[in-house]
């Protein structure tokens, strides 16, 4: 400071009233600079992808997707091989690939794209080994249906791979699929969504509507669900309004949602038994 006072002194009057005068322009012009700055949004919901759950949801790597697709393949082995008992290794396997990929061969053929069992070569493969599984070592599946956390780890990597199926197909659809009526697709991907998520129960195709006759089965009414909210919270700006990533998000509380009905329903809910008519006597 006694420097800068001393070298204020040398200079003379109107030079020392210039050099004042560019300090107090540099000191308003840098306080305006500050002011400019913006600060960038934060995502409060930045949590939802921040952790290990949401990796695993989303399958992030190759290995989890894997896992996850051996999961499904093996859950739709469980209900065919139960369903099919005592029919050829042909028709069983047919019915197996058709049963597993039966919404990603509809909703494809809607969109104009290529099938799932076409398209990805590691599904087959996941099929073709649970179905020598459920053949060969017939008490897995039994010890499936005894053990409740067995279950609870078959079926939840059940629905985390068809919670990606339901949310990726109705994305595409959504891209696919020209507004209309409305600024954006509303009906067209919610349904193809949902036949995503629950396709493979009309397989084989002569079945017709024999599968709802009964009513909406849990996987139909859960699909159905998880699409329209997919759907709808990354179609409307007031509901992802500030959130980054909205489509992963979206699939991870889908995700949840999923593996909490199918848990709710295996235990919570006693499974149905038909009742048997009594036959009239004379």
């Known amino acids: 400071a006694t420097q800068k006072q001393t070298f204020l002194s040398l200079l003379p009057g109107p030079f020392e009233y210039l050099y004042r005068s560019r300090q107090i322009i540099n000191f308003i012009m840098g306080r305006r600079k500050q002011q400019e700055v913006v600060e960038e949004p934060v995502d409060s919901t930045g949590w939802m992808l921040g952790n290990a759950v949401a990796d695993f949801i989303l399958m992030n790597t190759n290995e989890i997707r894997y896992m996850c697709m051996f999961g499904y393949a093996f859950f739709m082995a469980t209900n065919v091989f139960n369903a099919t008992q005592g029919k050829s290794f042909t028709f069983r396997f047919v019915q197996l690939i058709c049963t597993s990929t039966g919404g990603g061969i509809i909703v494809p053929i809607l969109l104009n794209l290529i099938p799932v069992p076409i398209a990805q070569d590691a599904f087959p493969v996941a099929v073709l080994v649970n179905y020598f599984i459920h053949t060969y070592f017939p008490i897995i599946r039994e010890v ?127 499974a149905s038994i038909p009742v048997k008519k009594e036959q009239k006597t004379a």
């Open 144 to 270: 499936y249906a005894l053990s409740p956390p067995l279950k609870t780890v078959i079926n939840c990597l059940f629905e985390i791979f068809r919670a990606f199926v339901v949310c990726k197909f109705t994305g595409v659809a959504g891209q696919k699929i020209p507004p209309s009526d409305f600024s954006f697709a509303v009906f067209g991907p919610i349904f193809c969504g949902t036949i995503a998520g629950c396709g493979g129960a009309f397989f084989p195709l002569s079945k017709g509507f024999e599968p709802i006759a009964k009513g909406v089965a849990p996987p139909m009414y859960s699909a159905f669900v998880g699409a329209t909210f997919f759907h709808l919270f990354t179609q409307l700006p007031s509901l992802n309004q500030g959130m980054i990533d909205a489509p992963k998000k979206a699939n991870v509380m889908v995700a949840i949602f999923f593996m909490s009905y199918n848990l709710y329903k295996t235990f919570f809910v006693p």
